[in-house]
């Protein structure tokens, strides 16, 4: 995180490169990215801003003179590339796995403060001194995410690894890895060759969301009292419904479908399977 810029129209944006080196977060990796990996995530951040869709942005991509090795089909095959470095911008880059790994560890204290940070700069519409505040934020994300993944389906794109540290607080699209866009529909497909058991399949991205919250909310639960456990379940489950209104919609407006009828969700679910079959 190189900091934060707050632009002539008054919107805050945090900088961070990727590509770099190392970081305390690095792992075992050496913190580096390749040239071909650079250019696609400056390209798909862009487009993906042009469909309309919340995503971070790129501002620059610089080539390095560092050889970065990298296994690119992860078969056993290492290759040396030309290594590069993004500047790319978000509104924030806190995940759910922030708050995860807070509450595994037992910093409630710090989990708490982060919370409240978030809520303040990011929710403007949750007061930070409301007894509900938490709760409020996860029915926020919960919605914002369902509506996000139906975003994504509208246009093919699969994220490739969609675990908990690639999942915006939020709700925008961050961290373009293994990504790819369908040429025609299929809703096995993967663009992560890693991805062995298909767990990131486009037609699984829902679920996968479903999942993370389910880690959010686990992580929210220290902090909430019973009252306010129950009734974030009772959020967390209206997720598949959200999702759901949110697709529809997205797909009758493709269709040019005006107005409510009960056979648009069965044209739909036909068109998508002959599609499929085609």
């Not at 970081?23 to 580096?32: F, H």
């Not at 969609?162 to 529909?185: E, K, V």
Request: proline content about 3%; charged content about 20%.
């Amino acid at each position: 995180l190189v900091g934060v810029y707050t632009n002539r129209h008054g919107e805050r944006w945090e900088l961070q490169l990727k590509g770099s080196g190392k970081t305390p977060y690095s792992r075992n990796g050496d913190g580096r990215a390749v040239l071909r990996s650079s250019v696609r995530e400056f390209l798909c951040s862009e487009a993906m801003h042009y469909l309309g869709i919340p995503t971070s942005r790129a501002a620059s991509l610089v080539v390095s003179d560092d050889d970065v090795w990298r296994d690119q089909f992860y078969n056993g095959n290492i290759n040396k590339e030309r290594g590069a470095i993004v500047l790319r911008l978000a509104k924030s880059w806190f995940r759910i796995g922030s708050l995860e790994i807070l509450a595994h560890s037992g910093e409630l204290d710090l989990q708490r403060r982060l919370l409240d940070f978030i809520i303040q700069e990011h929710f403007p519409s949750i007061a930070v001194n409301d007894s509900n505040r938490y709760l409020e934020f996860f029915s926020t994300v919960v919605s914002e995410t369902a509506n996000l993944i139906a975003l994504w389906m509208s246009v093919g794109f699969a994220h490739g690894v969609c675990n908990t540290d690639n999942f915006s607080l939020l709700s925008i699209t961050i961290d373009y890895g293994p990504f790819g866009f369908m040429d025609s529909y299929d809703p096995n497909f993967v663009p992560n060759t890693s991805d062995d058991e298909r767990r990131y399949k486009i037609g699984n991205q829902a679920n996968v969301g479903l999942f993370n919250l389910s880690k959010l909310l686990q992580a929210l639960k220290p902090l909430l009292d019973p009252r306010q456990k129950q009734l974030a379940s009772q959020i967390l489950e209206g997720y598949g419904e959200r999702y759901y209104i949110c697709f529809t919609e997205l797909f009758k407006a493709k269709l040019g479908l005006l107005g409510e009828n009960e056979d648009d969700n069965f044209l739909i679910a036909f068109l998508l399977k002959v599609s499929f079959l085609c």
